[in-house]
């Protein structure tokens, strides 16, 4: 299983765009890249999961370089409730029982 | 879609007690499901993998007879702490993936706090 390597904490101000950037130079070739919200006291919730290039959905978009050997969430504008947790993964998720392992992922704090 | 449901949310008993929390996949099939453990600012540790219809896959150092899973349905697994203590007290949080396709994302539960007195 890949192993990755994100910032520890950042902090943001509201309204500004937050890039977290993870590192994973093991990944192999199924893997996918999946990234993960968590509040305290509740689950992960998914944000966006991406293989090669870009991908964008709703709250965020996802950068993959030509190596696939890092990647970067970003969230456009954040707000205060943006303030969580965030987890980067990467593995084989063909077919479900993905076996999730977890990093120690980023402390996010959005100030006022 | 892909919503997990866990149950109860929050567990407060004697040491000696044993807890059994239930994963249920609401509106999907999950042959597979996982428990994780969480303690206060860490991060998830995994603690096995539940196979629906056979014996549970645990990672090292967790105890499989202090953790009873039992996946007995496609959209059900148990955890059953033995026997309790102090010790135990975490975050319980499971997951499980829709296997109805490649690169389906896994879904978590809203976790169950465990507190053991």
């Known amino acids: 299983l890949a192993k990755t390597t994100q910032p520890i904490s950042m902090d943001s101000y509201e309204g500004q765009e937050v890039n977290i950037t993870c590192s994973h130079n093991n990944i192999a070739t199924n893997d996918y890249i999946t990234w993960y919200q968590q509040f305290p006291s509740q689950g992960p919730r998914f944000i966006i999961q991406?293989?090669?290039t870009k991908v964008t959905n709703e709250v965020a978009s996802l950068f993959i370089p030509a190596d696939r050997k890092s990647s970067t969430l970003s969230l456009p504008r954040v707000s205060l409730s943006d303030t969580a947790v965030y987890y980067c993964l990467v593995g084989d998720t063909r077919g479900g029982g993905f076996k999730t392992i977890f990093g120690a992922g980023t402390r996010l704090f959005v100030k006022a | 879609g892909a919503v997990v449901s866990q149950h109860p949310s929050r567990v407060i008993c004697k040491s000696g007690t044993s807890v059994k929390i239930e994963c249920r996949s609401l509106d999907f099939q999950a042959t597979t499901m996982f428990w994780y453990r969480q303690f206060p600012k860490q991060s998830l540790m995994l603690m096995a993998t539940?196979?629906?219809?056979?014996?549970?896959?645990?990672e090292q150092g967790v105890e499989k007879d202090k953790f009873l899973i039992n996946h007995a349905s496609l959209t059900l697994s148990t955890l059953t702490v033995t026997s309790a203590h102090p010790e135990d007290s975490s975050f319980y949080i499971c997951?499980?993936?829709?296997?109805?396709?490649?690169?389906?994302?896994?879904?978590f539960g809203d976790g169950t706090r465990l507190s053991i007195l």
């Open positions: 991406g293989y090669k």
């Open positions: 997951s499980a993936t829709p296997g109805t396709g490649d690169n389906q994302p896994q879904h």
């Open positions: 539940s196979n629906e219809g056979s014996k549970a896959t645990y």
